[in-house]
Nanobody, 126 residues
Framework: QVQVVESGGGSVQAGGSLRLSCTVSGLTFNALNMGWFRQAPGKEREGLSCVSWSGNTYNLASVKGRFTISRDSTKNTLYLDMNSLKPEDTAMYHC????????????????????WGQGTQVTVSS
């Protein structure tokens, strides 16, 4: 059974930091392209950062320099370190996995990834 489980969300003030974690089971983690996307109420899914199975990372302009994605294959875990958080970062954050191509994890508004978790809420207050 495939499970993708996020943790680490919470409420912070603007300028604060959070670290999100995502554990994957039931899949071969080293063969997965992994990523994070978010969705705020009434808005489309927005791909944020992704890392290919080979370790290449991609970040959207809106989070570049503030968010860092990383993966630990020994723990089957994906991370998202978020710094300098802004109120507009408030959303449900989802971890996603896809065996097809890493770019799918960027265009999540148009193409659903193969697997994703229930999400963890991030709320940033001004």
């Amino acid at each position: 059974q495939v499970q993708v489980v996020e943790s680490g969300g919470g409420s912070v003030q603007a300028g604060g930091s959070l670290r999100l974690s995502c554990t994957v089971s039931g899949l071969t983690f080293n063969a997965l392209n992994m990523g994070w996307f978010r969705q705020a109420p009434g808005k489309e899914r927005e791909g944020l950062s992704c890392v290919s199975w080979s370790g290449n990372t991609y970040n959207l302009a809106s989070v570049k320099g503030r968010f860092t994605i990383s993966r630990d294959s020994t723990k089957n875990t994906l991370y998202l370190d978020m710094n300098s958080l802004k109120p507009e970062d408030t959303a449900m954050y989802h971890c996603a996995a896809d065996r097809r191509a890493v770019y799918i994890l960027v265009v999540v508004a148009a193409v659903l990834p193969q697997y994703w978790g229930q999400g963890t809420q991030v709320t940033v207050s001004s």
